[in-house]
């Protein structure tokens, strides 16, 4: 082998050596940066289930709090006995629920029918939902209360369910008619051939290639409305009529927090909505192309 040659195979391996090296840094890196993001978003939740399981006062005074030495359902007692917690939560329910099967099929009906349908003013209307989503609610909350006010809706689970509609609304319409736009006008056409009328298409081609975007945006405006903090502040003062938002700011005192038992509550109010994800994550799987060719 000339000397040539055997320079050149060494410079070769070289090269390899320090693509490995390279390759072997950037995948740590990368598992380090996947592993203090995992951590970062992981332990808020961690640490609010275990201060949940402490004694009062027991999470400030040994914060990091990894794993206690101390465990307690004192906080768990505490909330069930001292607070309204199930009126709360069925308050929660009732808006969350309400507001989802309000907006849901409306959204659905409108979205599909600024895509399918051509009138005049088309372009305006779809203007004006996005001007909506573009509007922060605080410009609205105090028309909002005026209003409510004069119709006697204050302090009532409809009068909190009615404003949650009408933000969540336009959001909605914009979600679906961006969704409802990526489905071929094809499909319902051949629909219509093989003997369905429009509505039959809708129902049995439309909709379930739709399915995946409906389940997303029903997703959303279940956790908007189980999360929604402003709406319920503003048009609610009494106790009974809270939602599980307000219940939890209320352990939050002029000279003391309550962390314990507002961790506790944390928790349980973050199952049903853990339940709901686990139950419509299936519908989220999936996409047009996917549903087109089974079709």
């Known amino acids: 082998m000339s000397a040539f040659a055997a320079h050149s195979l060494e410079a070769d391996l070289a090269l390899k050596a320090q693509a490995r090296r390279r390759k072997m840094i950037a995948g740590f890196g990368f598992f380090v940066l996947v592993v203090t993001s995992t951590i970062a978003v992981v332990y808020p939740f961690y640490w609010m289930v275990m201060a949940s399981f402490t004694p009062e006062g027991y999470s400030l005074t040994n914060a990091p709090l990894l794993l206690p030495d101390r465990f307690s359902v004192e906080a768990y007692q505490s909330v069930f006995a001292e607070r309204p917690l199930m009126t709360w939560l069925g308050n929660t329910i009732a808006v969350t629920l309400g507001g989802t099967a309000i907006v849901l099929p409306a959204a659905l009906l409108a979205s599909y029918g600024l895509n399918r349908f051509r009138f005049r003013g088309r372009m305006v209307f779809i203007f004006l939902v996005l001007l909506c989503q573009l509007l922060p609610a605080s ?68 909709l379930p290639l739709a399915m995946p975007g409906i389940a997303a ?24 009529q809270w939602v599980i938002s307000l219940g939890l700011y209320s352990f939050i005192g002029q000279y003391v927090i309550e962390i314990e038992q507002m961790m506790a509550t944390s928790v349980i109010a973050a199952f049903p909505a853990l339940v709901v994800f686990a139950i419509m994550q299936r519908y989220l799987r999936g996409g047009l192309s996917l549903g087109g060719l089974k079709g």
């Not at 028309?143 to 933000?167: E, N, Q």
């Not at 029903?218 to 048009?235: K, R, S």
Request: glycine share 6%; net charge negative; proline share 3%.
């Open 217 to 240: 945006t029903a997703l959303f405006i279940f956790l908007e409305g189980w999360n929604h903090y402003l709406l319920a502040f503003v048009l609610t003062s009494n106790t009974q």
């Open 139 to 206: 410009a609205l909350i105090v028309p909002i209360f005026l209003i409510f006010r004069d119709y006697k809706l204050i302090d009532t689970t409809l009068g909190v369910t009615i404003a949650f509609t009408t933000f969540m609304l336009p959001m909605a319409i914009w979600v679906l008619w961006g969704y409802i736009q990526t489905i071929p006008h094809e499909f319902e056409e051949a629909a219509m051939v093989d003997g369905c009328n429009g509505l039959q298409a809708f129902i049995r081609v439309t």
